[in-house]
């Protein structure tokens, strides 16, 4: 039980820290107004894709970093994957509570989703925000992901071990070798 309020802590920690960037309110917006026409199972899809796929791009930074963290990685998607999981679902019996279809006079349909479309958004806009943050360390002149260069800076320090100041001092002297 701790590792899932360790995991849910951080989640909310670092999604308080993203939104924070306007480049980050703009990613969790789009996230949000998908999830809200595309239904909460495809939210939930696209949540635990997210995990995936970080842990994939996690993966190709550790070997970029010339690091060996396979079976930590696999560990720490598993404790997400589970900590996560266990958010989703325990929101989805509370919303069955309050809005299922056994209540009488039930004016909301049972697929009404919106608190798991919340959670699911928080989820994905942070695992997004994630893989970002290891394309970056992999590959620095990435198109895209250089606009979010300077919100990434926390993240790409976590992920580096290292301080904000010298993954600032690395992309200054980046651009001025380009």
Request: charged residues 15%; glycine residues 4%.
């Amino acid at each position: 039980m701790n590792h899932i309020t360790t995991i849910l802590i951080t989640l909310i920690t670092r999604f308080h820290s993203m939104i924070q960037s306007l480049s980050g309110l703009i990613i969790t917006t789009c996230i949000a107004t998908v999830n809200l026409f595309a239904g909460y199972k495809a939210a939930i899809a696209v949540t635990f894709t997210a995990i995936l796929f970080d842990a994939i791009w996690g993966i190709a930074a550790a070997r970029k970093q010339h690091k060996f963290i396979l079976s930590e990685l696999a560990k720490e998607t598993i404790k997400k994957i589970g900590a996560y999981g266990t958010a989703i679902v325990m929101i989805i019996l509370i919303e069955n509570l309050a809005f299922g279809s056994h209540q009488i006079h039930n004016n909301h349909p049972a697929s009404t989703r919106y608190l798991v479309d919340i959670v699911a958004t928080c989820i994905t806009a942070v695992e997004f925000w994630s893989i970002c943050g290891n394309i970056l360390i992999i590959y620095p002149n990435a198109i895209f992901f250089r606009l979010l260069k300077m919100p990434l800076i926390g993240e790409i320090a976590r992920k580096l071990k290292i301080s904000e100041e010298e993954v600032k001092k690395a992309f200054t002297q980046q651009n001025k070798n380009n």
